[in-house]
Protein backbone atom coordinates (compact mmCIF):
# COMPACT_ATOMS: atom_id res chain seq x y z
CA UNK A 1 0.00 0.00 0.00
CA UNK A 2 1.45 3.59 -0.89
CA UNK A 3 2.36 5.93 1.82
CA UNK A 4 -0.42 8.75 0.14
CA UNK A 5 -2.81 6.03 1.17
CA UNK A 6 -2.03 6.18 4.63
CA UNK A 7 -1.64 9.90 4.68
CA UNK A 8 -5.42 10.08 3.01
CA UNK A 9 -6.02 7.76 5.96
CA UNK A 10 -5.12 10.10 8.89
CA UNK A 11 -6.16 12.90 7.23
CA UNK A 12 -9.52 11.59 6.90
CA UNK A 13 -9.27 10.12 11.09
CA UNK A 14 -8.86 14.10 11.54
CA UNK A 15 -11.58 14.93 9.56
CA UNK A 16 -14.24 12.90 10.88
CA UNK A 17 -13.07 14.25 14.26
CA UNK A 18 -15.30 16.95 16.49
CA UNK A 19 -15.65 20.03 16.32
CA UNK A 20 -15.77 22.71 13.64
CA UNK A 21 -14.24 21.83 10.06
CA UNK A 22 -11.82 24.58 9.62
CA UNK A 23 -9.29 23.55 12.32
CA UNK A 24 -10.21 19.72 11.18
CA UNK A 25 -9.09 20.44 8.02
CA UNK A 26 -5.98 22.66 8.33
CA UNK A 27 -4.92 20.08 10.71
CA UNK A 28 -5.27 17.09 8.24
CA UNK A 29 -3.77 19.53 5.36
CA UNK A 30 -1.18 20.63 7.34
CA UNK A 31 0.19 16.94 9.24
CA UNK A 32 -1.10 14.72 6.34
CA UNK A 33 -1.70 16.02 2.99
CA UNK A 34 0.99 18.89 2.09
CA UNK A 35 3.97 17.34 2.58
CA UNK A 36 2.78 14.68 -0.43
CA UNK A 37 4.38 15.53 -3.76
CA UNK A 38 1.90 16.01 -6.87
CA UNK A 39 4.30 13.63 -8.99
CA UNK A 40 3.85 10.80 -6.23
CA UNK A 41 -0.47 10.85 -6.39
CA UNK A 42 -2.02 8.50 -8.51
CA UNK A 43 -3.52 10.78 -11.95
CA UNK A 44 -6.94 10.23 -11.19
CA UNK A 45 -6.47 12.56 -7.98
CA UNK A 46 -4.02 15.06 -9.42
CA UNK A 47 -5.88 17.28 -10.18
CA UNK A 48 -8.13 17.46 -7.14
CA UNK A 49 -5.27 17.37 -4.99
CA UNK A 50 -3.92 20.48 -6.94
CA UNK A 51 -7.26 22.63 -6.97
CA UNK A 52 -7.22 21.87 -2.45
CA UNK A 53 -3.69 22.57 -2.57
CA UNK A 54 -4.55 26.01 -4.48
CA UNK A 55 -7.00 27.10 -2.15
CA UNK A 56 -4.91 26.31 1.27
CA UNK A 57 -2.62 28.83 -0.23
CA UNK A 58 -4.99 31.39 -1.73
CA UNK A 59 -4.08 34.00 0.91
CA UNK A 60 -0.53 35.05 1.38
CA UNK A 61 1.20 34.32 4.91
CA UNK A 62 0.58 37.39 7.18
CA UNK A 63 0.56 38.36 10.97
CA UNK A 64 2.58 35.31 11.72
CA UNK A 65 -0.36 32.73 9.81
CA UNK A 66 1.34 30.78 7.22
CA UNK A 67 -0.82 30.78 4.37
CA UNK A 68 -2.84 27.80 5.15
CA UNK A 69 -3.61 29.14 7.94
CA UNK A 70 -4.57 32.25 6.37
CA UNK A 71 -6.75 30.57 3.79
CA UNK A 72 -8.91 28.38 5.94
CA UNK A 73 -9.39 31.70 8.20
CA UNK A 74 -10.82 33.25 5.27
CA UNK A 75 -13.23 30.42 4.37
CA UNK A 76 -16.17 29.99 4.91
CA UNK A 77 -17.63 27.05 6.72
CA UNK A 78 -19.34 25.75 3.39
CA UNK A 79 -15.90 26.68 1.62
CA UNK A 80 -13.78 24.60 3.83
CA UNK A 81 -16.24 21.21 4.30
CA UNK A 82 -16.59 21.24 0.73
CA UNK A 83 -12.54 21.05 0.47
CA UNK A 84 -13.09 18.40 3.31
CA UNK A 85 -15.35 16.41 1.09
CA UNK A 86 -13.13 17.04 -1.54
CA UNK A 87 -10.31 15.26 0.61
CA UNK A 88 -12.60 12.41 1.34
CA UNK A 89 -13.00 11.58 -2.56
CA UNK A 90 -10.10 11.42 -2.92
CA UNK A 91 -9.37 9.20 -0.07
CA UNK A 92 -12.23 7.01 -1.49
CA UNK A 93 -10.56 6.67 -5.27
CA UNK A 94 -7.08 6.16 -3.50
CA UNK A 95 -9.08 3.14 -1.87
CA UNK A 96 -10.72 2.13 -5.08
CA UNK A 97 -7.50 1.98 -7.34
CA UNK A 98 -5.81 0.10 -4.12
CA UNK A 99 -8.73 -2.96 -4.18
CA UNK A 100 -8.51 -2.80 -7.79
CA UNK A 101 -4.83 -3.23 -7.91
CA UNK A 102 -4.73 -6.02 -5.44
CA UNK A 103 -7.91 -8.11 -6.13
CA UNK A 104 -6.90 -11.16 -7.23
CA UNK A 105 -7.45 -12.53 -11.06
CA UNK A 106 -10.10 -15.04 -11.09
CA UNK A 107 -9.80 -17.31 -13.81
CA UNK A 108 -12.54 -20.64 -14.23
CA UNK A 109 -11.52 -23.86 -13.57
CA UNK A 110 -13.35 -27.06 -15.15
CA UNK A 111 -12.48 -30.80 -14.20
CA UNK A 112 -11.30 -31.88 -17.25
CA UNK A 113 -8.75 -29.63 -18.32
CA UNK A 114 -7.75 -26.83 -15.87
CA UNK A 115 -4.57 -25.78 -17.82
CA UNK A 116 -6.49 -24.54 -20.70
CA UNK A 117 -9.50 -22.67 -19.56
CA UNK A 118 -10.21 -20.92 -22.39
CA UNK A 119 -12.22 -23.79 -23.90
CA UNK A 120 -14.72 -24.08 -20.99
CA UNK A 121 -17.73 -22.34 -21.76
CA UNK A 122 -18.55 -19.25 -19.29
CA UNK A 123 -21.92 -19.43 -17.93
CA UNK A 124 -23.86 -16.25 -19.05
CA UNK A 125 -24.41 -14.55 -15.75
CA UNK A 126 -20.45 -14.38 -15.38
CA UNK A 127 -19.92 -12.95 -18.68
CA UNK A 128 -22.03 -9.94 -17.85
CA UNK A 129 -19.80 -9.36 -14.83
Known sequence: MAAYWDEFHAAMQLLVGTGHVKPRLLDAYRRHLAPLREP???ESIRERFLMLKAAMHEVHAAGGMSAPEASVRKMSE???????AGILEMFAALSALDEHESAPRLRIVGSEDAAAPELHDVPAFLSRA
Open 78 to 84: KDAAGHA
Open 40 to 42: DLP
